[in-house]
């Protein structure tokens, strides 16, 4: 579990906008940890997760990039039925609302990226599922 500062970047919906973005990180030796793309005809907005965010930034702002960063939970929890049901249920417990979530699983392992509208709740009552999920 970890809170992070997720970057949103708008870019053209057109054939090459997306690895154009993608080969300014990788120049500047940023990794991208997980993504979501979403968006119109015109325009798709890229939500990122990586590495080191200062570089990020200044490799974006090289690139003349829009964007904005917002705190997001990065969720790692066992993939198994009911585990996404149980952190849902989890933070509601807390009061706090999932603008929108994205991941997905490899290994036994989900990663989730969560934009919540109270973080460190929703960060806490991660920990605490993850914890009751191991002892199981």
Known sequence: ?????QISVVIPNR??????????????KVNIQAVDIGGTQEYGIVHLVVDNG??????????KYDYSTEPVVVVTLPDRPGT?????????????????????SAK??????????????ANAAARRLLRQLRAR
């Open 54 to 63: 200062p570089r990020a930034r200044k490799a974006l702002d090289r690139a």
């Open 84 to 104: 996404l049901a149980r952190f849902g249920r989890a933070i509601a417990a807390k009061k706090v609302n999932i603008d929108y979530i994205y991941g997905s």
């Open 108 to 121: 036994g392992v989900s990663l989730l990226v969560a934009r919540v509208s109270d973080p460190r709740k």
């Open 1 to 5: 579990m970890a809170l992070k500062r």
């Open 15 to 28: 054939p090459g906008s997306l690895g154009r973005l993608c080969r300014a990180l990788a120049r500047n």
